[in-house]
């Protein structure tokens, strides 16, 4: 049995937020503590689909040997004491997916890591948002980019990266770089950014895209700093071709708790864009750790990784990195300013 708790929650555990986290079953709550129920005599984790026990009868524990030693056994329905040896299959799964140079089918991942392949494909897209097919898509996508960020050739960046031919390359890859592979080669060149920068209530936004959607929202930014993140590509500003878009990224930063389904050109690493899609699971008005995210992305350890992975965000609010905050509960950094995160999470709180 492995007894993986993030070790801010052996600190101190809050009874009252605890609670609620039970009561909604929130799987974003499960290795943070378990929950021993007095009246039956087991523990759960937070997210058991057992029926609730009252308040009067249920303590918290920091994990599975605490609970142990309190007298309690595990429930047999939630299986708490499997939750260390699930983290630790995904954590070894994207070891392998990181490293082969042959990304292995499902079956001989799940045979890996010493699971039933139908089990372990929805642990892991549960725990990174992603399956591990789409992981290691994104990895060697990665690849190609960086080798064409080096100045490798298209053709090289292709076979280096473990495509087996170019039309694979233009199927999975070139599509997730949003732009053409030649043009990610030069820096950007040939790529055409329509920008403007428009009034909200947080102050000025740019807002810059490409034909494929969103690249880039910054607070008290300007063409200048654009220039400095893409300085290959034509700058085009302001344009009606803009104007609805900009009006609809108002909205989502006047009610950014609402659903605004914007077009997004955004890319990273693999292990940024688990962060990213982990982001978009947390529900409005909600907050995670560092820790948390870093767990809910598959990678319980990379807590440091996960708070650098928010900070290259390029489109916050519609990816929202202000529902992070610090494992103590306090508000934590923010790029466009700790005042502004808070404002968007009273936003999301008030609705």
């Known amino acids: ?139 060697k996508a990665h690849r190609a980019a960086a080798a064409l960020a080096d100045g490798a050739s298209v053709t090289e960046a292709i076979y280096d990266s473990g495509y087996s031919a170019p039309s694979r390359f233009y199927e999975h890859a070139a599509p997730r770089l949003g732009m053409s592979p030649s043009a990610w080669s030069r820096g950007g060149a040939g790529v055409t950014i329509r920008w403007t920068i428009a009034s909200t209530s947080l102050g000025p936004l740019l807002i810059a895209a490409t034909d494929r959607g969103i690249c880039r929202l910054a607070f008290e930014e300007d063409g200048a700093n654009l220039r400095a993140c893409f300085p290959a590509a034509e700058l085009i500003a302001g344009g009606e071709a803009l104007s609805d878009l900009a009006a609809r990224v108002i909205a989502a930063v006047e009610s950014p708790d609402r659903n605004h389904d914007l077009p997004l050109d955004v890319r990273g690493t693999a292990f940024q864009e688990a962060i990213w899609q982990a982001l978009r699971t947390i529900p409005p008005g909600e907050t995670r750790s560092y820790a948390q995210l870093a767990a809910l992305a598959g990678r319980p350890g990379a807590v440091r990784a996960a708070g650098t992975a928010c900070g290259a965000n390029h489109v916050p609010v519609l990816i929202p990195c202000h529902r992070v905050t610090k494992s103590d509960g306090t508000i934590g950094g923010y790029a466009h300013g700790p005042e502004r995160k808070q404002t968007l999470l009273e936003r999301e709180r008030k609705r």
């Open 1 to 139: 049995m492995s007894d993986a708790i993030d070790p801010a929650a052996r600190a101190a555990i809050d009874p009252a937020a605890a609670w609620a986290a039970f009561e909604a079953r929130d799987r974003a709550a499960d290795g943070r503590f378990v929950v021993a129920v007095r009246t039956t005599g087991i523990y759960c984790k937070p997210s058991c689909p057992a029926r609730h026990p009252r308040r009067e009868n249920v303590s918290f524990h920091a994990g599975p040997a605490e609970a142990l030693a309190a007298g309690y056994r595990a429930c047999l329905r939630c299986r708490p004491d499997e939750l260390g040896r699930d983290r630790t299959a995904v954590a070894d799964a994207i070891a392998l997916l990181e490293t082969a140079d042959e990304a292995p089918s499902l079956d001989q991942l799940a045979a890996r890591v010493g699971y039933a392949p139908h089990h372990f494909h929805r642990l892991f897209k549960r725990a990174t948002g992603i399956t591990p097919a789409a992981y290691a898509r994104a990895r």
